[in-house]
């Protein structure tokens, strides 16, 4: 993928950025928020995150320029439709972003490309909001 970001020498975003251990603090950030929020935790079924944060992380570098283990192991993306299950609201996507823009600013990247990366985030989580209602819960929760 090529991005306003590639310098004259070609360099891509993902290298920009600082390649896979700057991903994946980003992504560990974000997982340390989402654990503790019930309004998006909900969306992972799982209990242990340590499996979505792995296959956000190689989305994630994937998506920027890194090696493409993501599609090796999962194939194509697709996230609409695995997303689909989960009542992605507008809500959980705000959450979402508010967990992200913390993984983002772990990293401190430069403006120009963190810029990039947030624009991006912004498109995908609405693109994401497949739901305008808040799912039911017990008293007392969300």
Same mark, same amino acid.
């Given at each position: 993928?090529?991005?306003? /970001?590639? =310098?004259?020498?070609?360099? #891509?975003? $993902?290298?920009?950025?600082?390649?896979? %251990?700057?991903?994946? @603090?980003?992504?560990?950030?974000?997982?340390?928020?989402? /654990?503790? =929020?019930?309004?998006?935790? #909900?969306? $992972?079924?799982?209990?242990?995150?340590? %499996?979505?944060?792995? @296959?956000?992380?190689?989305?994630?570098?994937?998506?920027?320029?890194?090696?493409?283990?993501?599609?090796?192991?999962?194939?194509?993306?697709?996230?609409?439709?695995?997303?689909?299950?989960?009542?992605?609201?507008?809500?959980?996507?705000?959450?979402?972003?508010?967990?992200?823009?913390?993984?983002?600013?772990?990293?401190?990247?430069?403006?120009?490309?963190?810029?990039?990366?947030?624009?991006?985030?912004?498109?995908?989580?609405?693109?994401?909001?497949?739901?305008?209602?808040?799912?039911?819960?017990?008293?007392?929760?969300?």
């Amino acid at each position: 993928m090529s991005t306003a /970001a590639d =310098d004259q020498q070609g360099q #891509s975003f $993902y290298d920009a950025i600082g390649g896979y %251990p700057t991903i994946a @603090r980003i992504v560990e950030r974000f997982y340390e928020g989402v /654990a503790g =929020d019930e309004v998006v935790r #909900s969306l $992972y079924p799982e209990e242990d995150l340590g %499996p979505a944060q792995e @296959r956000f992380t190689l989305f994630l570098v994937q998506y920027w320029g890194g090696p493409t283990t993501y599609s090796q192991r999962r194939g194509h993306p697709r996230l609409r439709m695995r997303h689909a299950p989960f009542a992605v609201t507008p809500r959980a996507k705000d959450h979402w972003l508010r967990h992200f823009r913390a993984g983002l600013d772990a990293v401190a990247l430069p403006p120009e490309l963190d810029a990039q990366f947030w624009d991006y985030v912004v498109h995908a989580a609405q693109f994401m909001v497949n739901s305008f209602e808040d799912p039911v819960t017990p008293a007392g929760r969300g």
